[in-house]
Nanobody, 117 residues
Framework: QVQLAESGGGLVQPGGSLRLSCIVS????????MRWYRQAPGKQREVVAL???????SYVDSVKGRFTISRDDAKNTVALQMNGLKPEDTAVYYC???????????WGQGTQVTVSS
């Protein structure tokens, strides 16, 4: 079992920055990949960024060059640094872990990010 808890969301003006954090606990050694997803009202949940156990990162095209995913193994956290935020980045952001041989999905409760002037 893996437990995830996000924090760091809020209201920010266009062009601003936010840093989301995901605290990971439980069977940490079983985690294969960590992802940040987001879901905007009326839209499907989409993958924003991922980081593998080996440290490889990947991003959806719409956030490349603006968002950075990272992890701190000593603190058991995964972060999403978001710069140059746009109104279209407004969504609930979820932390996700794929763990074990079956790549079982675990989810946090989500944190709201609102980009508005």
């Amino acid at each position: 079992q893996v437990q995830l808890a996000e924090s760091g969301g809020g209201l920010v003006q266009p062009g601003g920055s936010l840093r989301l954090s995901c605290i990971v606990s439980g069977s940490i050694d079983s985690i294969r990949t960590m992802r940040w997803y987001r879901q905007a009202p009326g839209k499907q949940r989409e993958v924003v960024a991922l980081i593998t156990k080996g440290g490889t990162t990947s991003y959806v095209d719409s956030v490349k060059g603006r968002f950075t995913i990272s992890r701190d193994d000593a603190k058991n956290t995964v972060a999403l640094q978001m710069n140059g935020l746009k109104p279209e980045d407004t969504a609930v952001y979820y932390c996700n872990a794929a763990a074990g041989q079956m790549f079982t999905d675990y989810w946090g409760q989500g944190t709201q990010v609102t980009v508005s002037s």
